[in-house]
């Protein structure tokens, strides 16, 4: 087995995920699509499906400490910015055991007030084609489903809302 695609234990994490080379989905190249049989808050969403719109994709899990703090700015940016066109997909990516329920994920949402789209993704295949490494991680994606910015962990969130804004103006 290539070294790029043996298991790889992150920190304390309990499951195991595969280790991506490099970052697989960067800025100016065209976003992966979303692949998850189970959606929470929607029907399942494309990129094609939403050429058009600017997508704010967020990597999540609901146990991790970093992805709760974010959360207020993604909920508000979905408030603000979605009747300009502003698309959240928030991708939970369980990073723990427990955290591979549905149930749980569903109870989470509803108690914490996230309406956006949530696709499921226990077995990492949007992780794996975003070639993703991180919690929480911001992907902003135009109108025409290009990758135009990327935010790795906590903060930055002014600039954050500047890109989106910017990108809604867009033609």
């Known amino acids: 087995m290539p070294a790029s695609k043996r298991p790889l234990l992150i920190g304390t994490m309990v499951g195991l995920l595969l280790a991506a080379p490099q970052l697989q989905a960067a800025i100016g190249m065209k976003a992966p699509d979303f692949v998850a049989s189970?959606?929470?808050?929607?029907?399942?969403?494309s990129v094609a499906d939403l050429q058009g719109k600017?997508?704010?994709?967020e990597f999540w899990t609901f146990g991790c400490y970093n992805c709760r703090n974010v959360e207020p700015y993604v909920k508000a940016w979905h408030k603000k910015y979605a009747h300009q066109g502003l698309v959240v997909i928030g991708v939970h990516s369980p990073e723990f055991k427990y955290e591979h329920d549905v149930e749980k994920v569903k109870r989470y949402a509803d108690e914490h007030g996230i309406t956006y789209a949530i696709p499921i993704d226990n077995d990492f295949a949007i992780w794996n084609r975003y070639g993703n490494r991180y919690w929480p991680v911001l992907y902003l994606i135009d109108k025409q489903g290009v990758i135009r910015y990327v935010r790795v962990g906590e903060g930055g969130h002014q600039e954050t809302e500047r890109v989106i804004r910017s990108l809604l103006t867009e033609p």
């Open 38 to 45: 189970v959606w929470i808050n929607s029907g399942p969403q």
């Open 54 to 57: 600017v997508v704010l994709v």
